[in-house]
């Protein structure tokens, strides 16, 4: 029996891998790349077809084991062994507050749950594209097709006891029952990469499949290999055709590339963001779906057509075809990295992509080719092996931490006891531990007491009941920080503590990030709901740091401020008592705070740490120039003034908390964010400490008092 070698399919592949690079690399160049993933779930449906019906008159139980034995050999080799060697890379090269992200990232990519966000307003895939700190976002297509590969199989188990034109029409309503989810679904997230909004791709896959097939009289048994990724000396040579339009499957390839790699975006979905490409996935567009229909439409009509007909390709898309999954996982850690180190030369872009192929044919040439070949037992110890690697390189940390926790209680080189801590400090491995499980723990110490959330609108639990007023706790993840400590002093006032908070958003103007202009309507709408008393609210700024437009000399005239003025007018409307605002805080530079224990260990004094933290120094703006890190924290003073004419023009219906204030050092007249042995006030999210908690709990008691 012969060999059917596809070579056509691995075209489109190749195709499509270049779609997806030129997107990643060039977005502004090529927009309507990302349309090549469309592209391989077709692709993926169609080989996932042919595998099956190659042993559909088998037992079940043959047809599952052949099945996911040929899955796992393809996949999980090289899948582990890029995560594998990325995981490696960021404990070396990653700073500590990308880190963390990344090996959780890490975890879901292994489990293939890239796909699921972790809430609504998690990060879409277009925003962590142009932000490009985690280098595991390419993973989310690959988990939709290992979700896919975790039912089709059954779906064609059940199916196999039907006639061909049933075995169509199941996978033709479940097709359609897909696209209308996809379509229609509230959710932008779910529509883009929930597994099931994705089936009907695959089935138009499956669908040329049994088309093939019937037209060929061929249920598929009389194929002895149907091979996806051909490497062999054997493959068929097929040549330019100087007619590039004599053919039906030409044409739709023509067609196919003119989308995908046409350089304006052909959807309004898709704006300016980020890195020169600004993405907003806000909600299904009818547009968007549509040419993502066509998209797929032409893919699967290539793959019928082209079965009989010579497409124009020549060996370079074949082989590219063939080294695409290869170049699928290892461009994109490589392009984050580029973008980590923060160097814009597109020199070293270019040089970035260029690495990426040769890398990847490396790869493909050496590990790939060589994992194909072996046998089951030896890919069951080779999976095994690089399994239990991952996971000693995502526990790395967490050994390191125990290790270093049990050699240090054998060095003592001062004796601080903590009383928030309830811990006896004796060297500087034991802060540098401490920072450390802070930073790790940022986001989680977050979630409300037996909600286990902090994101959105919520009531806190655990009042006394004894309270009269309703107080509203509202803004980013900085207020979420502080509502245990607001809760604790002014609880006892409260009848009712609702909070809402969600991630990066100011409550007084919309910040620009990818979710927040709707946020910024639901605090105003949460405001008007709850009316309560007392509004707590706040954030770390952002947008309310940008400069001035250069036509603005007169800060009065600033359409930003005008914007806040217009919020906090509106919220006064609903609150009965008084507004607390968080006021415009410095930020430290994190990487350097990172470095606090370093630092100490190195006998710098802590006036020399306040220069290279790039605090706000109050009266000596200059006394540590030589050893900051970065000018002030961009945005500072523009924030503090913006704040400043709020309050003033608020009055006695408005109060705020103050930072600078609570945490300046008289002896140096800075902000100190850091104690007398280096344990840190804040985290890499910009979130205090538990320490810092307790010293600002003074100031919050106060406030609550007044009320």
């Not at 090549?36 to 993926?44: A, E, L, N, P, R």
């Not at 009289?217 to 000396?233: A, E, Y």
């Not at 309004?268 to 490409?277: D, E």
């Not at 050496?366 to 110890?381: A, C, G, N």
Request: proline fraction near 4%; charge should be neutral.
């Amino acid at each position: 029996m012969t060999k059917s070698i596809r070579q056509d399919v691995q075209v489109i592949r190749g195709l499509a891998i270049i779609a997806v690079l030129t997107f990643h690399f060039y977005p502004n160049n090529f927009p309507n790349g990302f349309l090549g993933v469309d592209q391989f779930f077709v692709i993926s449906g169609y080989l996932m077809c042919m595998l099956l019906k190659k042993v559909e008159s088998n037992s079940w139980y043959s047809i599952l084991t052949h099945f996911y034995y040929r899955r796992l050999k393809r996949i999980l080799p090289l899948y582990f062994l890029i995560i594998l060697l990325v995981l490696i890379s960021i404990h070396v090269v990653l700073p500590l507050s990308k880190l963390d992200t990344n090996i959780r990232s890490a975890e879901k990519s292994l489990t293939f749950t890239s796909n699921k966000q972790e809430s609504v307003l998690a990060k879409n895939y277009f925003e962590k594209l142009s932000q490009a700190t985690d280098l595991f976002t390419h993973t989310w297509s690959l988990c939709v097709e290992v979700q896919f590969y975790l039912m089709v199989p059954f779906l064609f188990i059940i199916a196999r006891h039907f006639s061909d034109n049933c075995q169509m029409a199941v996978f033709i309503i479940l097709g359609v029952s897909s696209f209308v989810f996809h379509a229609f679904t509230s959710r932008a997230d779910l529509s883009f990469n929930h597994v099931f909004a994705r089936i009907w791709q695959f089935t138009f896959g499956m669908i040329a499949c049994l088309k093939i097939l019937k037209d060929n009289g061929d249920s598929g048994h009389g194929q002895d290999k149907v091979i996806f990724l051909d490497t062999s000396k054997s493959s068929k040579k097929l040549n330019w055709d100087n007619n590039l339009f004599n053919t039906y499957s030409n044409s739709i390839l023509i067609v196919t590339i003119s989308i995908t790699f046409y350089s304006t975006p052909i959807n309004p979905l898709i704006a300016r963001y980020g890195f020169n490409i600004e993405i907003s996935y806000s909600g299904i567009d009818p547009n968007f779906s549509f040419f993502r229909v066509i998209v797929t439409i032409l893919t699967t009509v290539f793959i019928y057509a082209s079965s009989n007909n010579v497409p124009v390709f020549n060996n370079l898309l074949i082989y590219t075809g063939n080294i695409s999954f290869a170049l699928y996982l290892v461009h994109w850690p490589l392009y984050a990295y580029w973008k980590i180190i923060g160097n814009d030369s597109h020199i070293g872009l270019f040089f970035t992509l260029i690495i990426s192929i040769f890398i990847a044919i490396a790869v493909h040439e050496t590990f790939e080719k060589w994992s194909l070949k072996l046998d089951w037992k030896r890919i069951i110890l080779l999976i095994a092996f690089l399994g239990s690697f991952n996971f000693l390189a995502l526990e790395k940390e967490e050994i390191e931490i125990l290790i270093r926790l049990q050699n240090s209680q054998k060095s003592t080189l001062f004796e601080v006891y903590n009383a928030v801590l309830n811990k006896t400090f004796t060297n500087y491995d034991q802060v540098e531990i401490q920072n450390r499980l802070w930073q790790k723990n940022d986001f989680v110490q977050l979630a409300i007491p037996n909600i286990g959330v902090w994101v959105g609108r919520n009531h806190r639990p655990g009042l006394s009941g004894n309270g009269t007023m309703k107080f509203m706790i509202l803004g980013s993840s900085t207020m979420a920080n502080l509502a245990p400590l607001i809760q604790d002093e002014c609880g006892a006032k409260a009848k009712e503590i609702s909070q809402v908070t969600f991630p990066s958003c100011e409550p007084v103007f919309p910040t620009q990030s990818w979710h927040c202009t709707k946020q910024f309507g639901e605090y105003i709408e949460a405001v008007r709901d709850e009316k309560p008393d007392y509004l707590i609210m706040g954030g770390r700024f952002m947008s309310m740091g940008d400069p001035l437009a250069e036509n603005i000399t007169n800060i009065d005239f600033d359409p930003l401020l005008a914007v806040a003025r217009d919020q906090l007018q509106e919220y006064l409307k609903h609150v009965s008592k008084k507004i607390i605002l968080l006021h415009a805080f410095p930020r430290p530079v994190i990487e350097e705070v990172e470095k606090l224990a370093q630092h100490f260990r190195e006998k710098m004094t802590p006036e020399e740490i306040d220069a290279s933290l790039n605090l706000f120094v109050f009266y000596q703006l200059f006394r540590f120039q030589k050893l900051i890190v970065d000018s002030f924290e961009n945005g500072y003073n523009i924030a503090k003034q913006r704040y400043d004419i709020l309050l003033k023009e608020c009055g006695a219906k408005c109060d705020y908390i103050d930072y600078t204030k609570i945490f300046h050092n008289p002896k140096t007249n800075t902000v100190r964010y850091f104690n007398d042995i280096g344990l840190s006030y804040f985290t890499s999210g910009l979130h205090l400490t538990p320490i810092a908690l307790e010293i600002a709990r003074p100031d919050i008691k106060e406030l609550c008092n007044k009320l």
